[in-house]
């Protein structure tokens, strides 16, 4: 009984550490624009490139996961992400930033979900979705705790030596969480809940056959640009309307906390009104949020709409695994989702470098946030045409 909430525990310093500091890398714009003169453009297509990166090697990492174990694999990634956050410290040409988000950060940041996840869905048959969203919350934790840390260290002892100390912090807490990792038995015991009945739902190839296939990945090729693109440009875009970097890095802060609040009431809506419904609320908070984001410049309002903002980003990390269950069924759930989940990789390595791209070209993120509105509202629009689920995922 104790691997098993061992694993949990791994799993969630392992979604901590990395999204913690992912998220963080934007407070780092400002200072290599004074630095270096690199355009915002630049700068989100290197961060753009490690989610590309995540969604191209996911596949291999959840592989390598399956046939040596999460441990190993989540060590050697571990290492590879801290080793590359501690030479950021050392970075004075563009290439050497693409170099080590597409390589280093991107790698660890390929197998944080894919493995992490997929371990736990193995340990816990019959708590998937509880044991999930515990994991899931430590990401929020981590978007609450780690941007104030990453603010105050660059304000006490410059960038680089910042950088340096963040990355050796990453490179403990990743290998002391692949560490509590273990592979999970075939069958997980008295949790298993019916494990070894037969599986519902149709195949992959007859899956990827349907409407409901390719309108879910439609959907997140549209909404997952804003949840790469406004954690990543939100602290820059504080600072840009006068706020303190301490104070840009509250707005992570609280878009984390409120995220928190969207998973856990998400993830509770979800059973009782379904995943089609909940993404209709869902996409209808984010819209809720971008419209006034891309105007508001008083600072009050800004965290009040930032709270909004962080529900809606939370929950839509939760609903979209059971809606895939409820339309597919568990049968090739796992191939199904991480097709899903590629899409929405594709679309989230776009959103950073169009936001940067039209900050660059208008001075501000205005026609960004509107740009996010827009893709959001035809996102609401193409879940509302699918007929409701007639497939249980149970």
């Known amino acids: 009984m104790g691997s098993r909430y061992a694993v949990v525990f791994g799993a ?10 992912y998220i963080s890398s934007g407070l780092f714009f400002k200072v290599f624009e004074a630095e270096f003169g690199w355009s915002r453009t630049v700068l989100s297509s290197a961060s753009a490139l490690s989610v590309f990166m995540m969604g191209l090697l996911a596949i291999p990492a959840g592989r390598l996961s399956d046939r040596f174990g999460p441990r190993r694999v989540l060590a050697a990634t571990g290492t590879v992400f801290g080793v590359g956050y501690m030479l950021l410290s050392q970075v004075s040409e563009i290439w050497h930033l693409f170099v080590l988000f597409g390589l280093f950060l991107g790698l660890g940041f390929a197998a944080h979900d894919v493995v992490t996840l997929s371990t736990v869905a193995r340990w816990f048959e019959a708590r998937r979705g509880l044991m999930t969203a515990v994991v899931k919350v430590g990401t929020a934790i981590g978007q609450v705790v780690v941007p104030p840390v990453v603010a105050l260290l660059v304000a006490g002892i410059g960038w680089r030596p910042a950088v340096l100390v963040l990355g050796g912090a ?18 997980s015991g008295g949790d298993a809940g019916g494990a070894g009945a037969p599986a519902a739902g149709p195949g992959f ?16 090729f549209l909404f997952f640009p804003t949840l790469m693109t406004v954690p990543l440009h939100l602290p820059a875009h504080g600072m840009d309307l006068g706020m303190t970097a301490t104070g840009a890095a509250t707005l992570i802060s609280v878009m984390g906390a409120a995220s928190i609040a969207g998973r856990l009431a998400v993830g509770r809506l ?18 809720a949020a971008l419209g006034p984001l891309a105007f508001v410049s008083a600072h009050w309002a800004l965290y009040c709409i930032v709270a909004v903002y962080g529900f809606a980003h939370g929950a839509l990390f939760v ?19 991480g097709v899903v989940v590629f899409f929405g990789t594709v679309g989230g390595a776009v959103g950073p470098i169009l936001a940067g791209m039209l900050f660059d070209m208008t001075g501000s993120y205005t026609l960004a946030f ?20 007639q497939l249980s995922s149970t």
Do not use: H
């Not at 403990?172 to 075939?186: C, D």
């Not at 979800?270 to 819209?287: E, H, K, P, T």
């Not at 609903?319 to 989702?337: N, Q």
């Open 12 to 21: 969630s310093l392992t979604q901590f550490t990395i999204i913690g500091l």
């Open 170 to 187: 990453a490179l403990v807490l990743l290998v002391v969480a692949a560490l509590a990792m273990s592979s999970p038995p075939v069958r």
């Open 205 to 220: 190839a007859e899956a990827k056959s349907s409407r409901a296939f390719w309108t879910l990945c439609a959907v997140q």
């Open 270 to 287: 979800v059973d009782v009104i379904g995943g089609r419904n909940s993404y209709l609320f869902c996409f209808a908070c984010l819209m």
């Open 319 to 337: 609903v979209v695994s059971p809606t895939v269950a409820e339309y597919f069924g568990m049968r090739a759930l796992g191939a199904i989702f």
């Open 370 to 389: 509107l740009t996010l509105m827009a893709m959001a509202a035809l996102a609401f629009g193409l879940m509302l045409s699918l007929p409701r689920p």
